[in-house]
């Protein structure tokens, strides 16, 4: 299936990933804050795994303390693991923030990665196959979408179940779940029942990315949803210096480069971007060559785009 064109006046959004080490010196609520100054349009937390290597903040803490120091940028996980929280309780974890935010959480999940899985077993949580992954997620975003939108909510699955639940207050919006997943089955699901889909430019290259993109369009349409309703994002690495030799997964390069580079992967029907910053880079000053030199060229060329492959 081919993408659909992007309106001339299309304002690419572009967000960013904030740093979840406990260590002295970093501070992702001043991160996060010059982020929003600087006018990406969200904030996002990576690593949700419970213990190291590398040792990490919590996400769900960690975000939460970042929404009560800014005001405008949406916020995301990137993404949240589901055998870290069972899916009712995480519902209502999500509809409290979502509304102390003002409307501005993105819930991201995913199914929890192998290399996660001895972390999974230290802390007694579950281990799951790839095929019991993916009726794992599918049975989390029907009983989170239950829990929204149904009061005594009951749902009996493989892997979850309620009884009655009535969750009080329900969102006061359609809060947009995303799946940060590649595998063919969960991308069928991501058309099918998700509002978005965030994969890795490091763990699913550009070619393999694109397909798998028309496979999600294809599964919406298949199951009567509008593709175009749903947010296409991509998560990757960038460093922005003259002469930068890219890294697998990464971007890299002059402001120009590093521009045309992104402009391609929203060419070919991304919607969203998410960017990484490289831990060996000042953060700062990456964080305002982004935001001054690379988003100006990368949003003029997207507005003389006229359509996608």
């Known amino acids: 299936m081919t ?41 996002s937390v990576h690593r949700d795994v419970l213990s190291g290597p590398p040792p990490s903040l919590e996400t769900w803490t960690l975000l939460t303390w970042v929404a009560a120091y800014t005001t405008t940028v949406k916020l995301a996980p990137n ?12 519902a209502k974890m999500a509809e409290t923030l979502d509304r102390l935010s003002g409307d501005r959480l993105i819930l991201a999940l995913g199914g929890g990665a192998p290399v996660n899985h001895p972390a999974f077993g230290a802390f007694g949580l579950a281990q799951r196959t790839p095929h019991q992954t993916v009726a794992a997620t599918e049975e989390a975003i029907d009983i989170i979408h239950g829990l929204w939108r149904q009061p005594s909510f009951s749902y009996t699955g493989e892997h979850f179940t309620t ?52 496979q999600i ?37 002059g402001p120009e480069e590093v521009a045309e580079r992104l402009a391609e992967f929203l060419r070919e029907g991304f919607s969203f971007l998410n960017l990484s910053l490289s831990p060996a880079a000042d953060g700062i000053q990456q964080r305002e060559r982004l935001a001054r030199e690379v988003l100006p060229i990368l949003r003029a060329q997207t507005q003389s785009t006229t359509g996608r492959r």
Do not use: C
Not at 27 to 32: G, H, I, L
């Open 217 to 253: 369009r294809q599964a919406a349409s298949r199951a009567g949803r509008d593709p175009d309703q749903l947010t296409y994002g991509y998560n990757v690495d960038v460093l922005v210096k003259e002469g930068a030799a890219a890294t697998k997964g990464q971007v890299a390069g």
């Open 163 to 214: 009884s009655g639940a009535d969750l009080q207050p329900r969102p006061a919006r359609p809060v947009p779940i995303w799946l940060g997943a590649f595998g063919p089955r969960m991308l069928d699901l991501a058309g099918r029942k998700a509002d978005g889909w965030l994969p890795s430019l490091f763990l699913l290259p550009p070619e393999q990315a694109y397909r798998s993109l028309d």
């Open 79 to 90: 993404v949240l693991a589901l055998p870290n929280r069972h899916p009712a309780v995480l």
């Open 3 to 43: 993408a659909s064109p992007l309106p001339l006046d299309a304002r690419p959004s572009i967000g960013i990933t904030i740093s979840s080490s406990p260590s002295a010196g970093a501070d992702p609520v001043a991160e996060a804050r010059h982020a929003e100054a600087l006018g990406f349009d969200v904030v």
